[in-house]
């Protein structure tokens, strides 16, 4: 399964929410990758307050699965 | 520490060595994969580590992306083994083939990357290893495997793995260099007669890299305290295979 064509279903600046989208959407079965950007790639000497985004991504085919899950506001599990 | 003292690299020196006692037989474990082979997501995903600068950072990887979907970016070890067979650097698919074997377990949902050749581990030390070793944590991993490549990879290497350890999770770390392993005083390492850039072995050869982490994990399996280091009789042969001894 490559990454390569894996597409957005989450953007944002905030990084509990992005550990809480990931562990959510990895614990039903859906694999992330995060991106980073801005001076989030540099979350250590810039704090969570950086600038930037944190984009989820996921494969194709699950896209759907994943936008369903983020807007049905299921609780997340542990992974 | 007067053995780190005589090594040409300027170490981290370690006194105390955590140590998360391993209850869980390989083949019931959740394997989590760390490499400190700079190995990063092509194609925008990841920002490429800046191997020139000492990066401390880590890049994460759902275990279902496959070698195409990975590039390299690492100052200290030779690059051409690894890019030729990414396995030999970052086995994620033999850790996965022996799970569909049933030597291990599972594989962990997630594997990491962390860009070995780091001089000064402050940020490392204090964030991103710790950061790893939640992960692997909140993800239930019972062993973690640490492959470590290059010279100084061996510090980064054993720097998480002490890490993951203090999280709790048993670690192996994977390494081509003994004297250094017991220098950094790795909780459960394994070494190897190497190349730095192929700790697994020649690239392509899938039987033995298999048989190696079959016998890194037997090997770790019977250690029962703290900064052991085991020699397994893998050695690299010139003309492309492996020789193994045992």
Redesign the interface.
Known sequence: MTAENWVEVYETGDDLQMELIRGLLTTNGIPVVVQRTGAKEMGFYFGAAANGSLIVRVPPELADTARALLESGAEVPEE | MAFADELPLDLVENEFIPWAPWHVPAAEAKVALISTGGIY???????PFDAENGD??FR???????P??LAIAHTGYDVRYAAADINVVFPLQRLQDLAQNGYIGAVA??AYSFMGNVPHPV?LLS??APSVAYRLK???TTLALVVATGSLDHQTAALVARAVELAGVPSIVLGTDRRLLEAVRAPRAVAVQHPAGAPLGNPGNVGKHEHLLREVFEAAWQFEAPGLVAELPFAWNVRGGDHHDG
């Not at chain 2, 994460?60 to 496959?66: A, H, I, M, R």
Request: charged share 25%; net charge negative; aromatic share 12%.
């Open positions: 997501l092509k194609n925008g995903l990841h920002q401390e950072t994460e990887f759902p275990t279902v992306v496959e195409d979907d949902p997630f940020a964030n991103y909140r993800m239930g």
